[in-house]
């Protein structure tokens, strides 16, 4: 059983940053893919990133250039760096754990979730 805690989420103005933090328990975090989504009201979850067990990164196309995924085998964390953040990345965002090394876009492939935190972004 794997638990996850995010933090880092709040209010923020258009252009801002926010670094996110996903903070996981378990002995195999190293061997998890490891994602982050999003969901907006009235919208279903997004995926926003990944990062494989070997450190590939994968985007949806709206955050390239602006948010990095990144991870710590030794502190059990994936992060989520946000920049130049927009009205329309306002949402709860979730960090889940994927027992394939490679991870995946889709949400049903992810076996853990965290209760979310949330990003609001104002104009």
């Known amino acids: 059983q794997v638990q996850l805690v995010e933090s880092g989420g709040g209010l923020v103005q258009a252009g801002g940053s926010l670094r996110l933090s996903c903070a996981a328990s378990?002995?195999?975090?190293?061997?998890?893919?490891m994602g982050w989504f999003r969901q907006a009201p009235g919208k279903e979850r997004q995926f926003v990133a990944a990062i494989t067990g070997g450190g590939t990164t994968s985007y949806v196309d709206s955050v390239k250039g602006r948010f990095t995924i990144s991870r710590d085998n030794a502190k059990n964390t994936v992060a989520l760096q946000m920049n130049s953040l927009k009205v329309e990345d306002t949402a709860i965002y979730f960090c889940a754990a994927d027992r394939d090394w490679f991870g995946s876009r889709n949400d049903w492939d992810y076996d853990y979730w965290g209760r979310g935190t949330q990003v609001t972004v104002s104009s």
């Open positions: 378990g002995r195999t975090f190293s061997t998890y893919a």
